[in-house]
């Protein structure tokens, strides 16, 4: 990690996931041999804090792009770092393929159910009845279909190795996920597929709550239909 | 018998006041200031510092990375 301010809001679970990545990183001595790859969206600064190569993917488009710098430099450590706008919705082609091919690369997936950039707008992950800028009378399903989880669908791909749904709202919870991006890293340099792991996170600006409250609005309603993975 | 105890060094100036360590002190050693720092944010303080027994909670869910933990060692 870089020693300079974050500009992500108050709160805001991307910083933890940066230093639990950064951590990992510094961990496994692939300071050198890490390539990650931005996506458009409130994480497309992570170049400024982790101290890595990283590419600038345009907007959903990481997974082809990690998908050539892996193939070209297969000796290196390829991850992307995604939210739901980007993973799920634009970039939702680009990442069913990469899977599929199974290229060992790690795709890591911030789910917070909105567009957090742009001002909270309602993405594909948006829970049912949950209000946003674009829905402010709650997500109809009739109207807007049903929230799309990503990680289910992918994880049956026979390209995946590796698949787990994590948090960082409780000690315990950032030290599980700080092991799942490490065997999802190994995996990668092992060569055995694609790696997704998934991060149910908050966005307290979008969602229009403090960042406590947006925690435990989080636990409340986000962990019944995004259940976290055991390990 | 040996006993854990524990010094914060808070970063006052990095710590957006979010309040998401507060939750995962389980001796509530710590609290948001009523005075604000550089950027206008309750920043975090010790109020307790004698009851921190190390456990470093806050420190692994901060997201702006402004608490160091030590640990010590004492004789009781």
Redesign the interface.
């Known amino acids: 990690m870089l020693d300079v301010l974050m500009h992500f809001c108050p709160g805001c679970s991307h910083g933890t996931i940066h230093k639990l990545i950064a951590e990992v990183i510094d961990e496994m001595g692939m300071e050198s041999n890490a390539i990650g790859i931005t996506p458009v969206g409130c994480a497309v600064l992570a170049y400024n804090y982790i101290d890595i190569d990283w590419v600038q993917a345009a907007h959903g488009r990481a997974c082809a792009v990690a998908t050539a710098v892996k193939r070209l430099n297969p000796e290196k450590m390829v991850f992307t770092y995604q939210g739901d706008g980007d993973l799920a919705a634009i970039g939702a082609g680009e990442t069913i393929h990469a899977a599929n091919r199974g290229d060992n690369i790690v795709v890591i997936y911030v789910n917070n159910a909105v567009y957090g950039m742009t001002g909270g707008q309602m993405a594909p992950t948006t829970l049912l009845g949950m209000k946003t800028a674009t829905t402010p009378q709650g997500r109809d399903a009739k109207l807007h279909g049903f929230p799309f989880k990503a990680g289910e669908l992918i994880s049956q791909l026979d390209g995946v190795c590796y698949f787990t749904r994590q948090s960082v709202h409780t000690p315990a919870a950032v030290r599980r996920a700080k092991k799942a991006l490490r065997r999802a890293f190994d995996n990668s340099m092992e060569g055995k597929g694609l790696s997704f792991v998934e991060f149910v996170a908050t966005c307290s600006s979008g969602w229009k709550l403090s960042p406590v409250e947006a925690n435990r609005w989080m636990d409340e309603n986000m962990m019944p239909f995004y259940p976290l993975s055991k390990e | 018998m040996a006993k854990v105890r524990g010094t914060l060094v808070i970063d006052k100036e990095?710590c957006?006041?979010?309040?998401?360590c507060?939750?995962?002190c389980p001796f509530k050693v710590i609290e948001l200031n009523r005075e604000v720092n550089g950027k206008g944010?309750n920043y975090l303080y010790a109020a307790h510092p004698d009851l921190c027994t190390g456990?470093?909670?806050c420190a692994?869910?901060?997201?702006?990375?402004c608490i160091t933990v030590y640990r010590e060692r004492t004789e009781q």
Not at chain 2, 16 to 20: A, F, H, R, S, T
Not at chain 2, 60 to 65: K, T
């Open positions: 990095r957006k006041g979010c309040g998401v507060l939750g995962a944010y456990c470093a909670g692994l869910v901060c997201p702006d990375s």
